[in-house]
């Protein structure tokens, strides 16, 4: 046992050599700025995201139905649903309320008129209205959120189907189908493993392009404070806030950070925790050695609504562009948008830019001139990588604190 135990840390030792590795390889190579070989990176970058959404959308489904399938012969499902809620809900007011402070302390200058309007070509205002993005969670039939991956609507079928399944009537076609459905999650997380094993050539890409990115970008130097802030208010929220709610929990967060560190790395580079989630549930149930019934209940749902990253990232945003619209921000005002930034977080999708066209929304709703959103748009890319990371970190921390808090009552 000892041997194997070595083994493994081994092998993770070569595994983080290899992807800094790739990384550092990557970011050189995106300096450089050779057409051809940033348009190669482009393409292996956009097939790791194609394939990691690929298996995204059926992880989060099978996780959700097998695991509420057993909810009639399980008793602590309500417990994890209810922790889950509750941690998600305070860790994401924590990072809110820490982003309003940073707001507060080290408020922006506003930008130019003439630079946000010269933006505004760049913003396609035909999304839907909040109402309309919280209406479209609702399915009118079974495939549609499958194919547009609409995260929300897939975990309400999924639950509904997973519920319905734990309360039917114990047959053998019941059997047979929940056999299937967990036949088809270990062929899941064996291509789960396969593409692990390929990841290194995508962090290059990734790295490649996240430099080639921040190279050709001119607006940083311009909305530098608001960056600033924005990251700020992430690294806090990382390196700060969730440690001490592991602390409290008598966790080390450290040990956590490292043991989770695969599911983060990928997570900086997709910008998706929902692409994300399939390395999460690897690294949560191998590495720290989750309950499964704990870890493919609560990251799944986590990654939807555990959204630390884009509370703070809404918050944030939606005062600067309000700021410079010319609208008074009083503190009852800041406070209140507080409040629906975490709302707001709570509904949007773990999907890449999925914050970005949310706070365009609210923004249009409020009645904001969207075009200001315009110039952040240079810069969003590496905003979006560190509120990926901070959404990933605060799901695996929820998952841990729920775990510990029911471990004397699950069975492995």
Not at 199 to 205: E, N, R, S, V
């Amino acid at each position: 046992m000892a041997d194997s135990n070595k083994t493994v840390q081994n092998n993770n030792k070569y595994q983080l050599i290899i992807w800094i590795s790739a990384l550092i390889i990557g970011a050189f190579a995106g300096y450089l700025g050779i057409s051809w070989l940033n348009k190669s990176f482009n393409f292996i970058a956009n097939v790791f995201t194609r394939l990691f959404q690929f298996i995204a959308i059926p992880t989060i489904a099978l996780a959700v139905i097998t695991t509420l399938s057993e909810l009639g012969t399980k008793k602590n499902t309500g417990k994890i649903f209810a922790r889950t809620i509750t941690y998600t809900l305070l860790t994401t007011f924590c990072a809110a309320i820490v982003s309003l402070i940073l707001y507060i302390l080290f408020t922006p200058d506003n930008i130019i008129v003439d630079t946000a309007a010269q933006n505004t070509a760049q913003i396609q205002t035909g999304g839907l209205s909040y109402y309309e993005h919280l209406l479209s969670i609702i399915p009118n039939n079974i495939l549609q959120p499958l194919i547009s991956g609409n995260v929300l609507s897939v975990i309400l079928i999924a639950s509904a189907a997973g519920i319905g399944l734990s309360f039917a009537p114990e047959t053998e076609n019941k059997t047979a189908f929940l056999k299937v459905l967990y036949g088809m999650q270990e062929l899941l997380f064996v291509l789960i493993r396969a593409l692990i094993w390929a990841l290194p050539a995508g962090i290059m890409a990734f790295s490649a392009q996240l430099t080639a990115q921040i190279a050709s970008s001119a607006a940083i130097n311009a909305l530098g404070k608001y960056t600033a802030i924005v990251i700020g208010g992430n690294l806090i929220q990382i390196f700060i806030i969730i440690p001490l709610f592991l602390i409290l929990h008598r966790l080390n967060p450290v040990q956590i950070f490292k043991k989770m560190s695969p599911a983060l790395t990928v997570a900086f580079f997709t910008k998706s925790s929902a692409g994300t989630l399939p390395v999460t549930l690897s690294a949560a149930e191998k590495n720290l050695n989750i309950n499964p019934s704990v870890s493919r209940f609560v990251l799944p749902i986590c990654t939807t609504v555990n959204m630390n990253g884009c509370a703070a990232f809404i918050l944030i945003t939606s005062l600067f562009v309000m700021q410079n619209a010319g609208f008074e921000l009083t503190l009852s005002t800041m406070i209140f948008w507080v409040f629906i930034s975490v709302f707001a977080a709570i509904g949007n999708a773990g999907v890449p830019m999925g914050c970005y066209f949310l706070t365009l929304s609210l923004m249009s709703g409020a009645g904001v001139p969207v075009g200001l959103l315009g110039v952040i748009l240079p810069i969003y890319a590496v905003i979006d990588m560190v509120e990926t990371v901070e959404n990933v970190w605060s799901d695996s921390a929820v998952c841990t604190m729920v775990n510990k808090d029911l471990s004397k009552e699950l069975v492995q």
